[in-house]
């Protein structure tokens, strides 16, 4: 259905007063980036290994680190499991990021942008269907970790109110960072580009930050990338939010001492920069 509006016109030949249909612009763009998100969602649906596989590596990483790792890692100030979850969320959320580029790429290889050009529809709700479906993705993940992080002894230690900041903070992180991928997606030429190029800039992210181990262990090389590394700011700001930083020291290094003004600062040049960016690479791929 399309959102209208109606006024009223003259009939020339007999004088009588006809309604006129106006459509409301910002209504049909929600609309149709609605009906895309539900088409992703469906399809997400229909193939249930997707989500199971999405939910498996987080899963293996908080067993991993915690279980086999997580007795020969000791952190100064705090439980290494509490420090670590705030690291796996962040890691979740930005991997979970790149089925934003990886469908992109395979729905230009399957033509579907094609078709999807013939369509009476806004040329940005194809990308903001993709990105709000990646989103919810994202949102079950977080649940399920949640869950396997409270099995290993994970608990939050601060209130309500900055637990569910935590919680949007993240997820509004891998929102706009799956713009990015977006574009990346849109801008190789087949889906198995998008794995290898992905990969090359998310590990160096999520391990060369202090997700995982404190910053000030590593070499001093990396130790600087890692303190102004997004990706620290965002774990650091999931650990002050979540309770879970206790005593631990923080570089004095203005990112990781107001990581979450960081972080939003992050999410906003990223949406005012790569939304832009994507749609116009899109209308662009579309106009071929």
């Known amino acids: ?15 009588r007063q006809l309604p006129v249909v106006v459509t409301a ?12 998100t539900k088409r992703n969602l469906v399809k997400i649906k ?18 991993l680190f915690s279980q086999v790792y997580g007795g020969a890692i000791s952190v100064q100030g705090t439980d290494y499991t509490q420090f670590l979850m705030a690291g796996i969320f962040a890691q979740t959320v930005v991997f979970g990021a790149t089925f934003s580029g990886s469908a992109m ?16 529809m806004s040329a940005s709700a194809v990308l903001v ?9 994202n949102g079950i993940s977080m649940v399920i970790m949640m869950a396997t992080g409270l099995a290993v002894g994970w608990r939050v230690n601060s209130s309500p109110v900055e637990f569910v900041g935590g919680i949007a903070l993240l997820l509004l992180f891998s929102y706009a960072f799956s713009w990015v991928m977006a574009l990346l997606g849109m801008s190789v030429k087949t889906p198995e580009v998008i794995n290898n190029a992905s990969f090359m800039i998310l590990f160096p992210l999520t391990f060369i930050s202090n997700a995982f181990v404190p910053s000030e262990t590593m ?8 303190e102004w590394n997004p990706v620290s700011s965002l774990v650091q700001a999931a650990r002050e939010l979540f309770g879970n930083a206790g005593s631990a020291p923080v570089p ?3 990112t990781m001492q107001h990581p979450i003004t960081t ?9 005012a920069v790569f939304v832009p960016w994507a749609v116009d690479k899109y209308t662009r791929i579309s106009s071929k």
């Open 219 to 226: 070499p001093l090389v990396l130790r600087v990338f890692a």
């Open 129 to 137: 269907g993709r990105t709000n479906s990646d989103l919810v993705l």
């Open 1 to 15: 259905m399309t959102a209208t509006s109606t006024t009223t016109g003259t009939d020339g030949a007999l004088g």
């Open 105 to 120: 790429a395979q729905d230009l290889k399957e033509g579907l942008i094609d078709r999807f050009r013939t369509l009476p």
């Open 46 to 63: 229909r193939s249930p290994d997707l989500l199971v596989f999405a939910v498996l590596q987080p899963i293996m990483f908080v067993l």
């Open 252 to 254: 004095d290094i203005w």
């Open 25 to 36: 612009p910002l209504a049909v763009w929600f609309e149709d980036g609605w009906t895309v």
């Open 263 to 271: 972080v939003l600062i992050g999410i906003a040049v990223m949406l």
